[in-house]
């Protein structure tokens, strides 16, 4: 069983549960947007996309982000994902990561998208 992000109740009033390809999409969206030392117990946890949408946007930026969010991506997520392929685009307030992955236990290759833009 797969507890569904963003937590939520399916149609029985129970918790809302997932397939195993949407839980490591979660997982990947719960890493990029999680900033370091937010979690008690795992403060190396995240690579801070939310913090970083309001620095000065350049292809610095985008480079370091990307640095950053590869690094998080093989250390927490390395056993059940290979990364194929990450680009990340900055213009204006607006950040897109696009990861590219291979799920080790099926094969299946899957594309997720993470768009943070400036604001609440």
Not at 54 to 80: C, K, Y
Request: one cysteine or more; aromatic letters at 6%; hydrophobic letters at 40%.
């Amino acid at each position: 069983m797969y507890v569904d992000f963003p937590w939520s109740y399916d149609g029985r009033g129970r918790t809302a549960e997932t397939t195993r390809a949407d839980h490591v999409r979660d997982l990947l969206v719960l890493t990029a947007l999680t900033e370091a030392g937010e979690r008690v117990n795992r403060p190396g946890f995240g690579c801070g996309l939310r913090q970083l949408v309001f620095a000065p946007n350049s292809a610095e930026l985008a480079a370091a982000l990307q640095f950053t969010m590869q690094g998080a991506i093989e250390r927490e997520l390395g056993d059940v994902l290979t990364l194929r392929a990450m680009q990340v685009t900055s213009e204006d307030a607006i950040l897109d990561v696009s990861v590219t992955y291979v799920l080790r236990e099926t094969g299946a290759e899957e594309t997720v998208t993470v768009r943070r833009e400036a604001g609440p």
